[in-house]
């Protein structure tokens, strides 16, 4: 017998190896009938599974959270059966769930066109309302070999090759269609229900090995319900809307070409726009660090010495000298951090324990190599700057050090306008890691009660917090911030991480209380990460809509008839004199016209002067997405736009004087 724990507590006793659909049915036969799946001491699997030990049992539904994996799960089987049916000789390869859906690569003279995806959802839905009960049966290797061999499913056969020796070879079968798969699976398919969307296609090569056979990937996505894949569609719309590339050039703000594959080009618009921000953190850090700067280039010893060149090299561009005849012929490393060059500052001249904390920022360019495939606008990119500090302290600093962080990145974060909710994540110790063990339980101990205190501190607020097991960096334990948008979408910027082991590795030292050389701890920290996406962040985050104190061109003035260009002339001076990023358009062209482009290229204000208003020392503001305008004396509206460009943290400054 095997004895099992049921959800309210309750338990009972059943003959060994009965399976969760037959315990469902005696319980009751709605109960079977809408349950799809089970989870064993949390563990889901398929209901119809033999059970065989003592566990605690749960019955899945369709609507319960850790079904939508099987839903998408199993719906990739569906999808890979209605090509087959539609293609006949097509092969199929491997159809994984990943966030916000799955995907399905298949192996065809022709790759799939988005024109076929019409045809393959409808499909989909004839093999659903068919509602073939899913059944696994496990098969030997020969014979599974053999089996899909005669198939011509040659990547199939390779795949078997490639599961070790004491796995079992699992094969789900849902009518005459059968796949190779580890599952778990819902009991048929008509449990994958109608709210599905397949969502594009594209190419992939096989088990991502660019020597190896290119395919054709099919994306879809499956929600248990109609209007959660309503919500999720118009999100997806909303993004594409609001895809940063797309504001890019509509504000004219960057541009990418292969010359410099993942770097930023930067125009006039968005060099403002970044240094804008750049300026903000700078006020932000302002009396509590120090700025410094490190070189570009560093020996490849140096490298060597902090670890990276070990652990990080495949990430990392190295540099010699261009020319045929040179002296100098060490190996250089473009610096992927700025970690290791600070520590060098910090070890030029004799440090105390009085000067500690001792916090050291830098906007430093960085490199890192991003395969071409992985390359995004700048979300994605080879050579970025970041907003980096490293934090010098004693053991018993570090606690209230990484809280002071905390503070600094939550209120910049809502200076930004990211005031939803916001999730700050533990790493803990990767598998390849340095350094002791003892070190690491210090560390994690440590950051443990630091994330308590920030629970604490935030329970008013929207902040989260959880853990990621084994997310952290080679050298030590962090926090992971990730904020979430205006439309739901999470972003991980902000970071803090603690390392005992550089200071160590480096014997970077300051002269204790006591006389004694004593090792530091490092508190790497970053707000912004990359300043490139960040800002392609905060684009998408307004839509391009920037706050006013954030937009390239705070302010357009345009004339509706040429008399009136001196005005606008002395309007944009007089806005500039204010501090005002503001331009003139004196273009002979129609009021409408100069509207629709400047408000295409997202301009907050447009100032509209004609006769009128020059005779009256007035303007007429158009703010963008508003139809309407509203006319004022020239004085008071500049001192109105004024104020509103002014940064939140120097509002704040002004109020608290």
Known sequence: MVSLTFPDGARREFPNGISGLDIAKGISPSLAKRTVAMALDGVVVDLSDPIEKDAKIEFLNREDPRALELIRHDAAHVLAEAVQALWPGTQVTIGPVIENGFYYDFARNQPFTPEDLSAIEKKMREIIARDQPFTKEVWTRDQAKKVFADKGENFKVELIDAIPADQDLKIYKQGEWFDLCRGPHMTSTGKVGNAFKLMKVAGAYWRGDSNREMLSRIY??????????????????????????????????????????????????????????????????????????????????????????GWFRENMFQATSAGDDTEDERVYAIKPMNCPGHIQIFKHGLRSYRELPLRMAEFGIVHRYEPSGALHGLMRVRGFTQDDAHVFCTQDQMAEECLKINDLILSTYADFGFEGEMTVKLSTRPEKRVGSDEAWDHAEGIMQDVLKQIETRNHNQKIKTAINPGEGAFYGPKFEYVLRDAIGRDWQCGTTQVDFNLPERFDAFYIGADGAKTTPVMIHRAICGSMERFLGVVLEHYAGHLPLWLAPKEAVVCTIVSDADDYAAEVARLATRMGLRVTTDLRNEKINYKVREHSLAKVPALLVVGKKEAAERTVSIRRLGSEGQKVMPLDEALKLLAEEATPPDVKRARNAA
Not at 228 to 250: F, P, V
């Open 220 to 309: 879809g996505t499956a929600f248990a319900k109609q209007d959660e894949l309503d919500d999720y569609l118009h999100r997806m719309e909303e993004a594409e809307k609001r895809d940063h590339r797309k504001l890019g050039r509509e504000m004219d703000l960057f541009h990418f070409q292969e010359e410099g594959p993942g770097t930023v080009f930067w125009h006039p618009n968005g060099w403002t726009m970044f240094q804008e921000i750049v300026a903000y953190m700078r006020r932000r850090l302002k009396g509590d660090y120090q700025e410094v700067n490190a070189p570009q280039l560093l020996d490849k010893s140096l490298w060597e010495t902090s670890g990276h060149w």
